[in-house]
């Protein structure tokens, strides 16, 4: 009997069920609003949970939404915050360019932080083993000086690389008044935008071969040498911006005055030996110069015979 009782009660709260869906169909009520019969039907559930020591779920719903944050913004201030450790790039942004890591990380540059920037630029700078002091500071004020280009990654990763590696080339020579006051010649910038990026890239190959490392430290080192006497010497670039014919009028112009200075020295001596390791980087850059050269000629000679080949037919 008592089954027979319990399946006439589910089957009348079928026929309310329905009867409830109709209704909401025909006065457009939302699905999920409840009639008052279910809202009872809950409260006697929750009712009978308390009989038994059970929290309602509906309270331990609430109590979860309370203990639950708000948004993403207060979870991430409930999260515990993970320290960002500074590496060796790191420490060489904050050496040469003077900056704070935790200021760079925040500030946003393009698709990038300055710090990511930065990071790039830093990457292969080398600790300057003379003159340190000159060279840091001379460095610095190149720095400040173009800070918003490198900051928007105009000036070439190479470029910057070049004039910090080679500081000590750049500033040799100057005569200047007061503690620190060398600095790095406008016109060394000039010099590096007529050719632009490509030109620079070639001219560094050309003087040393890179196919042994990541980084041509020597191509670079003479390609710094070279700009540093064109400076001084005034030796110009042509129009069509080739880098090639004025720095090879350089190395010429430096392979002769070692050359003088072999046939003014008697002792074999430290000077005497770094004249000799001199005359041979500069006859192997003026080699590998006249090999290009010559490449050149023989490309330029294929291409006009195959112009010609062209034509006849």
């Known amino acids: 009997m008592f089954n027979f009782w319990k399946n006439e009660w589910q089957l009348f709260l079928d026929d309310l069920s329905s009867l409830k869906d109709g209704f909401m169909r025909i006065f457009g009520i939302k699905k999920d609003d409840t009639l008052m019969l279910g809202s009872s039907l809950e409260e006697f559930g929750s009712q009978g949970e308390e009989a038994n020591g059970i929290m309602p ?20 201030d409930v999260m515990p915050e993970v320290k960002y450790e500074e590496d060796a790039i790191d420490n060489k942004v904050s050496a040469y360019f003077g900056e704070d890591i935790g200021s760079l990380r925040e500030n946003v540059s393009g698709e990038k932080t300055q ?3 930065l990071r790039e630029y830093a990457q292969y700078f080398k600790p300057y083993n003379a003159e340190y002091e000159m060279c840091n500071s001379a460095f610095q004020k190149y720095y400040d000086r173009h800070a918003l280009q490198i900051a928007t990654n105009e000036i070439p990763v190479q470029q910057l690389r070049i004039v910090q590696n080679n500081v000590d080339i750049f500033i040799s020579g100057q005569e200047v008044f007061g503690e620190n006051g060398q600095f790095i010649d406008s016109r060394v910038d000039s ?16 003087l040393h071969d890179s196919s042994q490392e990541e980084v041509n430290t020597q191509g670079e080192r003479l ?9 001084d010497n005034g030796i110009k670039i042509e129009k069509d911006g080739d880098i090639v014919k004025p720095i090879k009028t350089v190395l010429e ?6 050359h003088n200075s072999l046939r003014n020295h008697e002792d074999w001596n430290e000077e005497y030996q770094q004249l000799l390791s001199d005359e041979r980087k500069y006859l192997y850059a003026l080699n590998r110069i006249e ?6 000629r023989i490309s330029e000679f294929e291409q006009k015979l195959s112009e010609l080949d062209v034509a006849a037919e």
């Open 57 to 76: 779920a509906s309270e331990n719903k609430e109590n979860e939404m309370q203990n639950m944050p708000a948004s993403n913004d207060t979870l991430a």
């Open 115 to 117: 710090h990511e920037v």
């Open 191 to 206: 010099i590096f935008e007529k050719i632009g990026a490509d030109g620079m890239n070639k001219m560094v190959n050309i």
């Open 223 to 231: 390609f710094a040498e070279s700009i540093h006497y064109m400076v």
């Open 253 to 258: 112009d430096k392979l002769n005055e070692v």
């Open 291 to 296: 090999q290009y050269e010559t490449e050149q």
